[in-house]
Structure formats: structure tokens, C-alpha cells
């Protein structure tokens, strides 16, 4: 958004690199400005095209697992490109396209199984006090999978992270003398499953073991919100800039998801999180993070889950350093009851240009359904604007 702080967003969208602790974000920002010959200020003119480029190169390789075949080397690429259109100052349409990996790796794998798919598609409207918006986008639900640090950290988070969403939603700016910045947001949604979630490049079928992403989502596949009907629903209160505790920041979430045609179950989760940046000394700042998130019927299964995650980030001038761990319990019900308590701690570091490269390194041990692994990275990341 133009004129609201970050925690007012929406539609929610992925981070630019930073110096970790998601202070530049993927914002739509000014594209093109002339000079007022009368006044000598700065002023817009319309239409306008802008938008942002993102790119993230992973090299991970697993050193040490229970399971031997999952001791593989895996380099892929994360990359986003973000346009505006902006109609008027308060109307604007935009739309992000991805391309990522969308299959698990069966071995060794440099490069492979990415697929490239439009991720969102919107017309918003937005003014001082509000914004409305409608199309293909992710609802506001949790600030963890943004907020978690590099490279680890929000690997279990973004189970939950709702995307790819069609339908209708709204931000309320709430900001009481004295208290800070909050917005209170909403949608109505069901899961893309028109033609607009096809994909090219890699196109993997539906139901096969090693499918993050289908070529193309359909009613008849399933899965909670996938009704083509607007009967899932999530909502969120954000909160910055107070000023009797600067630096802290909370979200507060709820969510509903209609069962689909293959579930037995309709969904509801509920998320809440704090993230305090504490500054220790010029260009010294530390940064504890903590969401908790809890679903009944996740999935739309006879299943709970409930994910603990805690990180603190350290940052100096261009470094960073920062450890995380996140605890995720999935108990299953039902004829097979079963529970899975499974864990990750990781640690990385980074320097981050100024012209706006970042480089990481990382180490992580995590536990997923018994079998405990290590794995060691590296990345880059590289955005900019235009």
C-alpha cells in the first residue's frame, strides 16, 4: 500500500531481501514523478507501470539422515516479478507471476522441476482510511513465514500460509491517537482452481507422491476451500508503532476453510504472534519473534495441529545472524490414530549489499516423522524495482 505502513498490506506479498528482519518488503513503490511547474513538488502521473523483481538461489545439502536417501543435494531457484498498473492514485491492478520448484526431489537435483504459474491477479482499491480488493491473492494470516529468519526458519511456517486464493477482501486502518498503527483485515475466498492455476514448464500430475504444485488444480481434486464457492473465510488484526513500545509489532488471526469435495472435515485455525525489535546500540538491534497456531480439523482431516515457533535475529549494519526453532505437533484421529511431534532448530548468518544482494549461509537439524536429518546452504537473494 501507498500510504500504509507495512502491517497494513494487502494482499499479502513476499519479502525483498533484507537485512533479515523483513523491514524492506516487496512494496509497490513510485515508478515515475515529474516536477509541478507551478508548486515545484513532487506529483504522480496516471497510468503508471511499476512493479518489483525478486530472485533466490538455494543450494542445500543434506549431511547427515536416518533415511540415507534423503542425503541429496538439491540447487533451485525462488523467483517472483511483481507489475502494477496504477489507474489512478486510489485504483490500481496487479499481478505477480512465480516460478519455483514444484516437486520434492527424489535425488541429487541442480536446477529441476520448476514450474512457472501467476501467482496473483488483483484490481484494488485503496485510500487513507481503507482498501477494498478482489481477484487472485493470499489472504492475510500469520506474519511468521514473513518474519521467521533466513534460510530455515519458516520452512515448517509456511505450511500454514494461505495463497492462491480467488475472491473479495478489505483492510480497515485503525490508528487511535497515541496508540499506534492497526488494521483489521478480511476475505472471502475459495482455492484457485480455474484455468488460472495452470502452470508451464514442469507440470506435475495431481496425487503424485512428489507433487507440491499441480499442473492445474480442479473442484474434483479436493482440499479445504477448493468449493469454487465463497464460503472460506480468514480475518487478522495487526497492530505497530506504538509508541508506549516501539519496535513491537502482534497479529492476531482466525480462519475458516469449507471442506472440499474429498474431506470429511471443514477447517479452523487461529494464530497469534509477537516480534519486538530492541535497539542495543547504533546499528545494534535484536529482534525476538514468537507465533503460535492451532487448527482443528487441519486439512480438513479428523487431525489437529499446533505449531510453536521462537527466533531471535541479531543485526548490525549489513550482518545478521539467527537462530530459530520451530515445534510441530500433528495428532491424527480417527481408526489409525497416530501423532507426530516433529521439530527444527536452525542457525544462519548474512551480509547484505547495498545495492541489494544478500548472501546467507545456514545449518539446520529438524525431525519429520521420526527420522531426524541435517542439512547445510547457502543462498543468494537479489531484488530491485522499476
Known amino acids: 500500500m501507498r500510504r500504509f505502513s507495512g502491517i497494513l498490506r494487502q494482499p499479502e506479498v513476499a519479502p525483498v531481501p ?3 528482519g523483513g523491514k524492506m518488503r ?3 513503490v513510485v515508478a515515475a514523478a515529474v516536477v509541478s511547474s507551478q508548486s515545484g513538488a513532487l506529483a504522480q502521473t ?3 507501470i511499476k512493479g518489483e523483481f525478486q530472485t533466490r538461489i538455494q543450494s542445500d545439502y543434506t549431511v547427515r539422515s536416518k533415511d540415507k536417501s534423503q542425503e541429496i ?3 533451485f531457484t525462488k523467483t517472483e516479478f511483481g507489475v502494477e498498473l496504477g489507474l489512478t492514485e486510489e485504483f490500481s491492478v496487479r499481478s505477480k507471476f512465480k516460478l519455483e520448484p514444484v516437486k520434492a526431489p527424489d535425488g541429487d537435483r541442480f536446477f529441476g522441476d520448476h514450474g512457472l504459474w501467476l501467482d496473483e491477479l488483483l484490481v484494488q482499491y485503496e485510500n487513507d482510511s481503507f482498501s477494498l480488493f478482489a481477484g487472485k491473492f ?5 506474519f511468521g513465514y514473513d518474519k521467521a529468519p533466513y534460510i530455515y526458519g519458516r520452512d515448517f511456517v509456511e505450511d500454514y500460509e494461505l495463497t492462491e486464493k480467488i475472491g473479495i477482501g478489505g483492510s480497515l486502518k485503525i490508528a487511535p491517537e497515541g496508540w499506534g498503527e492497526h488494521a483489521l483485515t478480511g476475505a472471502v475466498y475459495f482455492q484457485d482452481s480455474t484455468p ?3 502452470s508451464a514448464l514442469s507440470r506435475p500430475r495431481f496425487g503424485d507422491p512428489r507433487t507440491d504444485r499441480p499442473a492445474r488444480l480442479r473442484k474434483r481434486d479436493g482440499g479445504v476451500s477448493n468449493t469454487r464457492t465463497l464460503e472460506s473465510f480468514a480475518l487478522s488484526l495487526d497492530g505497530a ?3 508506549f513500545a516501539p519496535g513491537l509489532e502482534y497479529t492476531v488471526g482466525y480462519r475458516y476453510q469449507k471442506r472440499g469435495e474429498t474431506e470429511g472435515f471443514d477447517e479452523k485455525g487461529f494464530v497469534a504472534g509477537l516480534a519486538y525489535a530492541i535497539e542495543l546500540a547504533d546499528e545494534l538491534t535484536l529482534t525476538p519473534m514468537v507465533e503460535y497456531a492451532d487448527f482443528q480439523k487441519f486439512e480438513g482431516a479428523d487431525a489437529s495441529a499446533r505449531y510453536l515457533t521462537g527466533s531471535l535475529l541479531l543485526e548490525y549494519g549489513p550482518w545478521s545472524a539467527s537462530t530459530s526453532y520451530t515445534g ?7 481408526d489409525e490414530p497416530s501423532t507426530d511431534d516433529d521439530r527444527l532448530f536452525q542457525v544462519s548468518a548474512g551480509y547484505t549489499f547495498d545495492f541489494g544482494l544478500g548472501l546467507y549461509v545456514g545449518w539446520k537439524n529438524q525431525r519429520v516423522a521420526g527420522v531426524s536429518s541435517d542439512t547445510v546452504g547457502a543462498m543468494a537473494i537479489y531484488g530491485f524495482k522499476f
Not at 138 to 142: A, G, L, R, T, V
Not at 328 to 334: A, F, H, M, P, T
Request: proline share 10%; glycine share 6%.
Open 18 to 20: 533484507d537485512r533479515q
Open 26 to 28: 516487496w512494496g509497490l
Open 46 to 48: 496516471y497510468p503508471l
Open 73 to 75: 543435494s538439491d540447487t
Open 138 to 142: 493470499h489472504p492475510k494470516f500469520s
Open 196 to 198: 488460472l492455476s495452470n
Open 241 to 243: 508503532d506504538m509508541p
Open 328 to 334: 510441530r505437533r500433528i495428532k491424527v484421529r480417527g
